[in-house]
């Protein structure tokens, strides 16, 4: 197992084309406020961010030329708006690459990055340590060390009228999907020293799923069982938002102009699930409810 000094799944970045557009999609599906609006004039992009009790969202849009405008512009020309990809947060980019390349890996060294929220003029400083694409299945991902203190980036507030219950909490989980489960098993869990929490194999559903766990976030990977319904590729998928009042949420929801499905039991024993149907930016969205313990 690689020592990288991993300590949560950091954030999530969605790649969208009108940032105004989806900064209005997120804050009705959520039911909070943007925590953070800003720019990275090095890397070409801007972005709103909604930190949340176990991670944030990033909506990440091309505003320039730079790095990262120019992968996400690559992202939304092959693959349309969607998830982009995953941040896992380090305790200390110097040692997590060290740690990187003792496995024989060729990650990038700490690249130190910085934000200024373009509202408020509050200023986040990082450390990113970036992983060779061909090292990670082809999935965007990144480790990165927080310089600042954790409130400089403050927490997503309630929106007007909305009460705690029917927001968003955090996330639950994140789907990729496979063709190689042993593949992403290597990745994850060997690699990046991520739990598995499970692995199974569900005929009856027609998929092999593995889940990891890290940071109260879970990273499902599923993989078809049938080689001819099989990704030629790995990719992320979609996502599923914590609530602690479902059917509110889907109230909500539906009063803001959403279009929610009915309350439904879902595949895990005592959840409860519903679907955001677009407009969600190309991520295919659930909202799920834990049972009470």
């Given at each position: 197992m690689?020592?990288?000094?991993?300590?949560?799944?950091?954030?999530?970045?969605?790649?969208?084309?009108?940032?105004?557009?989806?900064?209005a999609?997120?804050?009705?599906?959520?039911?909070?406020?943007?925590?953070?609006?800003?720019?990275?004039?090095?890397?070409?992009?801007?972005?709103?961010?909604y930190?949340?009790?176990?991670m944030?969202?990033?909506?990440?849009?091309p505003?320039?030329?730079?790095?990262?405008?120019?992968?996400v512009?690559?992202?939304?020309?092959?693959?349309?708006?969607?998830?982009?990809?995953i941040?896992?947060?380090?305790?200390?980019?110097?040692?997590?690459?060290a740690?990187?390349?003792?496995?024989?890996?060729?990650?990038?060294?700490?690249?130190?990055?910085?934000?200024?929220d373009?509202?408020?003029?509050?200023?986040?400083?990082w450390r990113?340590?970036?992983?060779?694409p061909?090292?990670?299945r082809?999935?965007?991902?990144?480790?990165?060390e927080?310089?600042?203190?954790?409130?400089?980036?403050?927490?997503?507030?309630?929106?007007?009228?909305?009460?705690?219950?029917s927001?968003?909490?955090g996330l639950?989980?994140?789907?990729?999907?496979?063709?190689?489960?042993?593949?992403?098993?290597?990745?994850?869990?060997?690699?990046?020293?991520?739990?598995?929490?499970l692995d199974?194999?569900?005929?009856?559903w027609g998929?092999?799923q593995?889940f990891?766990?890290?940071g109260?976030?879970?990273?499902?990977?599923?993989?078809?069982?049938?080689p001819e319904?099989?990704p030629?590729?790995?990719?992320y998928?979609?996502?599923a938002?914590?609530?602690?009042?479902?059917?509110?949420?889907?109230?909500?929801?539906?009063?803001?102009?959403?279009?929610v499905?009915?309350?439904?039991t879902?595949?895990?024993?005592g959840t409860?699930?519903?679907?955001?149907?677009?407009?969600?930016?190309?991520?295919?969205?659930?909202?799920?409810q834990?049972?009470?313990?």
């Open positions: 690689t020592g990288i000094g991993l300590k949560s799944f950091d954030h999530l970045i969605i790649a969208v084309r009108d940032l105004d557009a989806a900064e999609t997120y804050t009705r599906i959520l039911g909070r406020a943007p925590s953070w609006r800003g720019s990275h004039p090095e890397g070409g992009t801007a972005n709103v961010l930190r949340l009790a176990n944030y969202l990033e909506l990440l849009s505003v320039g030329e730079g790095f990262f405008a120019t992968g512009r690559q992202h939304l020309e092959t693959s349309g708006e969607g998830i982009f990809g941040v896992l947060g380090i305790e200390n980019a110097d040692a997590a690459a740690g990187l390349r003792a496995a024989g890996l060729h990650p990038t060294g700490p690249q130190p990055g910085s934000g200024v373009g509202r408020t003029g509050a200023r986040r400083e990113n340590v970036y992983l060779a061909d090292e990670t082809g999935l965007f991902m990144f480790l990165i927080h310089v600042s203190p954790a409130g400089a980036l403050p927490a997503a507030a309630l929106t007007e009228g909305v009460a705690a219950a927001a968003v909490e639950d989980h994140v789907v990729v999907m496979t063709p190689d489960p042993d593949g992403c098993r290597k990745l994850f869990g060997d690699v990046l020293g991520i739990r598995l929490a199974h194999s569900k005929p009856e998929v092999r593995l990891f766990r890290t109260g976030v879970t990273i499902e990977v599923v993989a078809p069982l049938d319904k099989q030629k590729t790995d990719h998928w979609g996502l938002w914590k609530t602690g009042d479902i059917s509110g949420a889907g109230e909500r929801l539906r009063a803001a102009g959403a279009n499905s009915e309350v439904r879902g595949r895990k024993k409860q699930v519903s679907t955001i149907r677009p407009e969600t930016h190309g991520v295919p969205t659930l909202l799920i834990q049972p009470q313990i």
